[in-house]
T-cell receptor
Framework: RKEVEQDPGPFNVPEGATVAFNCTYSNSASQSFFWYRQDCRKEPKLLMSVYSSGNEDGRFTAQLNRASQYISLLIRDSKLSDSATYLCVVDPSSNTGKLIFGQGTTLQVKP | DVKVTQSSRYLVKRTGEKVFLECVQDMDHENMFWYRQDPGLGLRLIYFSYDVKMKEKGDIPEGYSVSREKKERFSLILESASTNQTSMYLC????????????FGPGTRLTVT
């Protein structure tokens, strides 16, 4: 079983749609959680951190459910520029830098 | 702006060759990382370094070694390249107290024939 699992998609949605991605992790002792974004043929970049209380940044909301060991990312009012691959990332032990990346979920927003 | 640069964007090598991939960061970051990214497998950590002359194995170190002689530079070495090392190689750096925020280079697409 992979340590971090994501549905690879692709998710094809029209502009303005709301889309949600989920990610599950296997290590219940994992400490910290993040979403990275990777544009086509570009490097990954940190999008946002994920907290149990939820984390909202504009149209993006990230949520953590420790009991079920899953992380979600919600994108409201999708824009064409949101088209990218979204990587779910887990830090299994605090701040070692040994991040575990999911394979990514690809989003394509269409006009 | 943090800048992480990698020596080559594309590289083609033959089986058995020794391959050097160079990575330089300009933000005085202590931590540096080497990953490979393959379809369906995501990013996997090969080696990382917390400081000059320090190195730690990641999840898939076999067939690779690293060198960190200067703080800004982290080199990945394929001692004897094999076809299963064909991949996208990404270097990253971070500060020690925020190692979750890693800044990546543009990547090197290595093909071993």
């Amino acid at each position: 079983r992979k340590e971090v699992e994501q549905d690879p998609g692709p998710f094809n949605v029209p502009e303005g749609a709301t889309v949600a991605f989920n990610c599950t992790y296997s290590n219940s002792a994992s400490q910290s959680f993040f979403w990275y974004r990777q544009d086509c043929r570009k490097e990954p970049k940190l999008l946002m951190s994920v907290y149990s209380s939820g984390n909202e940044d504009g149209r993006f909301t990230a949520q953590l459910n420790r009991a079920s060991q899953y992380i979600s990312l919600l994108i409201r009012d999708s824009k064409l520029s949101d088209s990218a691959t979204y990587l779910c990332v887990v830090d299994p032990s605090s701040n070692t830098g040994k991040l575990i990346f999911g394979q990514g979920t690809t989003l394509q927003v269409k006009p | 702006d943090v800048k992480v640069t990698q020596s080559s964007r594309y590289l083609v090598k033959r089986t058995g060759e020794k391959v050097f991939l160079e990575c330089v960061q300009d933000m005085d970051h202590e931590n540096m990382f080497w990953y490979r990214q393959d379809p369906g497998l995501g990013l996997r950590l090969i080696y990382f370094s917390y400081d000059v002359k320090m190195k730690e194995k990641g999840d898939i170190p076999e067939g690779y070694s690293v060198s960190r002689e200067k703080k800004e530079r982290f080199s990945l070495i394929l001692e004897s390249a094999s076809t299963n090392q064909t991949s996208m190689y990404l270097c990253a750096s971070s500060l020690p107290d925020s190692s979750y925020e890693q800044y990546f280079g543009p990547g090197t697409r290595l093909t071993v024939t």
